[in-house]
């Protein structure tokens, strides 16, 4: 074989592995409300970063997300400095977006006070992450938005204070059409019920979420942990998913989150829970354990009519949840 031949094949070779590699499964975590832990149990939260440092590159873990109600008592500042010790622990080593739940509303300035939150969680804090992409509003971290990459892909995790405003849907969706190149994951505290999409959940949808044909995942806390899917307009899969695990009895179960493996070239969605505290996966009705399959990540062109409304036929998008059992004081 002539060299340059011999050349060409090691040049494919070489190729052809780096895109294998590119394309392997990575892992987000998604930490639920960690209210009464960070009042009760801060060790809690604190294991939790500490186990997702230590153990970010075995796991392939590429970003942390967290579901909003950081604390119990928006005017505690002990709340805070609680969970801002946890989040310091991945500062500068693992990079993470968190988003305002009902219960991190302050009451300094009503009727949605977030001014405690924005101290501890600051503009500032983000924008030396590499992945930080922008805010809204001006100088407040209540909506913001990352961008990352993992199986070859470009993603963008999207941060939406809880129960949005009008305007500021209106800069979710700006934000998502201006990266019409990227897999878009809707992280925000209130959106489904154990039946159905809340009052939040359904202006999110019709608003934002099934208008976009890059959007295809959802993650919410709130209530007690389940999953739905549905398809979007444009004929994707959109996961939606909510996890919470807290209450103010059971301290063990203040320690679980949720590790979700995306894996785009299979089509699939796969999450479990792990306590790094009692060193075990959650099992039973509220494990979080499933997988979605034949999930399709669209391309970033919208197709057209007559192919959405095929795909959603073949999709046959009823609701697929897991209902909870009694979990005590959740919201």
């Known amino acids: 074989m002539p060299a340059s031949c011999r050349k060409a094949v090691i040049a494919a070779t070489c190729l052809l592995s780096f895109a294998q590699l590119h394309?392997?499964?990575?892992?987000?975590?998604?930490?639920?409300?960690?209210?009464?832990?960070?009042?009760?149990?801060?060790?809690?939260?604190?294991?939790m970063t500490k186990w997702l440092v230590a153990n970010q590159k075995k796991e392939n873990i590429r970003y942390v997300l967290h579901v909003g109600d950081l604390v119990q008592v928006g005017s505690s500042e002990q709340e805070w400095k609680n969970i801002d010790k946890a989040f310091s622990v991945l500062d500068g080593k693992l990079d993470y977006i968190v988003v305002p739940g009902n219960h991190d509303m302050d009451r300094i300035n009503p009727p949605r006070s977030t001014v405690l939150y924005n101290k501890y969680f600051p503009v500032k804090r983000f924008e030396e992450m590499k992945g930080f992409g922008g805010n809204y509003p001006e100088?407040?971290?209540?909506?913001?938005?990352?961008?990352?990459?993992?199986?070859g892909k470009k993603w963008l995790v999207l941060g939406l204070n809880f129960s949005p405003a009008d305007d500021e849907i209106a800069w979710a969706n700006k934000v998502?059409?201006?990266?019409?190149?990227?897999?878009?994951?809707?992280?925000t505290h209130s959106y489904l019920t154990h039946t159905e999409r809340d009052r939040a959940g359904k202006i999110l949808w019709e608003k934002l979420v099934k208008r976009h044909a890059n959007i295809s995942m959802v993650f919410?806390?709130?209530?007690?942990?389940?999953?739905?899917?549905?398809?979007g307009e444009n004929g994707n899969t959109?996961?939606?998913?909510?996890?919470n695990w807290q209450n103010d009895q059971d301290a063990d179960m203040n320690s679980y989150f949720a590790i979700i493996t995306i894996d785009p070239e299979a089509g699939t969605i796969s999450s479990r829970a792990y306590s790094p505290t009692l060193d075990k996966d959650l099992e039973g009705g509220r494990s979080g354990k499933f997988e979605f399959d034949k999930v399709r990540f669209m391309s970033t062109e919208k197709a057209p009519a007559e192919n959405?409304?095929?795909?959603?036929?073949?999709?046959k998008p009823a609701k697929e949840q897991e209902k909870p059992a009694n979990a005590g004081s959740l919201r």
């Not at 392997?24 to 294991?47: G, H, M, N, R, S």
């Not at 998502?176 to 992280?187: K, P, R």
């Open 220 to 231: 919410c806390g709130h209530l007690s942990t389940v999953h739905s899917r549905d398809v």
């Open 176 to 187: 998502v059409e201006g990266h019409a190149d990227h897999q878009v994951i809707l992280l």
């Open 23 to 47: 394309a392997e499964p990575f892992k987000i975590a998604v930490i639920p409300d960690t209210q009464w832990a960070t009042q009760k149990w801060p060790e809690l939260p604190l294991a």
């Open 139 to 151: 100088g407040s971290n209540d909506n913001s938005y990352h961008t990352l990459k993992g199986s």
């Open 238 to 243: 959109v996961c939606e998913m909510l996890f």
């Open 308 to 315: 959405a409304e095929k795909v959603k036929e073949e999709a």
